[in-house]
Nanobody, 124 residues
Framework: QVQLVESGGGLVQPGGSLRLSCAAS????????IGWFRRVPGKEREGVSC????????YYVEAVKGRFTIPRDNAENTVHLHMNSLKPEDAPVYYC?????????????????WGQGTQVTVSS
């Protein structure tokens, strides 16, 4: 059974940086995708970034391009989300999710395993 555990959320000032981590376990296939999503209270969850397992291709929504990166640590089975130049609107709850196929999508229904979420607060 696939399990995902996020960590690394916290409080950061506008313009600051934060690193989120998603520790994954239980994969039985080499073909999957890991996505990062976020949700502001009262709004739908939105995709932020995604990485494919086989070739490491990465994808970002326009709002975070140039500021966020999604590196992976294969030895630790962990996918990170490096967030730079943070803005107050970057500050909802972040979730990582796993899709059982090797393709990235912003459609959350395609992801069948979710982490518990980690809170990010951007405030001075």
């Amino acid at each position: 059974q696939v399990q995902l555990v996020e960590s690394g959320g916290g409080l950061v000032q506008p313009g600051g940086s934060l690193r989120l981590s998603c520790a994954a376990s239980g994969f039985t296939s080499d073909y999957y995708a890991i996505g990062w999503f976020r949700r502001v209270p009262g709004k739908e969850r939105e995709g932020v970034s995604c990485i494919k397992s086989n070739d490491g291709s990465t994808y970002y929504v326009e709002a975070v391009k140039g500021r966020f990166t999604i590196p992976r640590d294969n030895a630790e089975n962990t996918v990170h989300l490096h967030m730079n130049s943070l803005k107050p609107e970057d500050a909802p709850v972040y979730y990582c999710a796993a899709a059982p196929y090797n393709g990235c999508s912003w459609v959350e229904e395609l992801y069948d395993t979710w982490g518990q979420g980690t809170q990010v607060t951007v405030s001075s």
